[in-house]
């Protein structure tokens, strides 16, 4: 299964809005800590927020920041909410498929397995887990902002 960038930053700025919960964060500063567009990552945040997964607001003392509870948002509803056409693929998809040739082979129920295998997994991690985990992303998404020190350890 492949994602897309949009989806990669999509989750990574979700990560980042958790572990950085406590505080205001600007697409600027996003855009600096993952060296990527601007305007790239105004649409993504944009993605986000009408999604609920961000709240934001505009002007000069506007930003972003988690739109609800980090244990809330599983990993699963992101990747379906930014892939919006990850099962449409014109050969498995079951709704739109004209190939006779796909519906008898047995591909379009082994794909649709693989599928929801996959979603259940995606389903089961929040972005708290992720962000708990203190290891190699974490460090990567405190290490590449120079603007924010390091996470504080939270007893909730």
């Given at each position: 299964?492949?994602?897309?960038?949009?989806?990669?930053?999509?989750?990574?700025?979700?990560?980042?809005?958790?572990?950085?919960?406590?505080?205001?964060?600007?697409?600027?500063?996003?855009?600096?800590?993952?060296?990527?567009?601007?305007?790239?990552?105004?649409?993504?945040?944009?993605t986000l927020g009408r999604a609920g997964y961000l709240s934001?607001?505009?002007?000069?003392?506007?930003?972003?920041?988690?739109?609800?509870?980090?244990?809330?948002?599983?990993?699963?509803?992101?990747?379906?909410?930014?892939?919006?056409?990850?099962?449409?693929?014109?050969?498995?998809?079951?709704?739109?498929?004209?190939?006779?040739?796909?519906?008898?082979?047995?591909?379009?129920?082994?794909?649709?397995?693989?599928t929801r295998a996959y979603f259940d997994v995606l389903d089961?991690?929040?972005?708290?887990?992720?962000?708990?985990?203190?290891?190699?992303?974490t460090h990567l998404l405190i290490g590449r902002s120079v603007?924010?020190?390091?996470?504080?350890?939270?007893?909730?």
């Amino acid at each position: 299964m492949r994602l897309t960038g949009f989806t990669k930053y999509g989750l990574l700025v979700l990560v980042y809005a958790t572990v950085h919960r406590d505080e205001l964060l600007t697409v600027n500063q996003i855009s600096a800590a993952f060296g990527i567009s601007r305007n790239h990552l105004t649409k993504i945040v944009h993605t986000l927020g009408r999604a609920g997964y961000l709240s934001t607001s505009r002007g000069r003392a506007g930003g972003l920041r988690l739109g609800r509870p980090a244990v809330l948002i599983t990993v699963g509803e992101v990747v379906r909410t930014m892939e919006q056409d990850f099962d449409k693929a014109e050969r498995f998809d079951t709704e739109h498929s004209t190939s006779a040739t796909t519906a008898a082979c047995g591909l379009r129920s082994t794909f649709w397995a693989a599928t929801r295998a996959y979603f259940d997994v995606l389903d089961r991690c929040t972005l708290a887990d992720l962000a708990s985990d203190h290891g190699e992303l974490t460090h990567l998404l405190i290490g590449r902002s120079v603007d924010h020190p390091p996470m504080r350890q939270s007893s909730s």
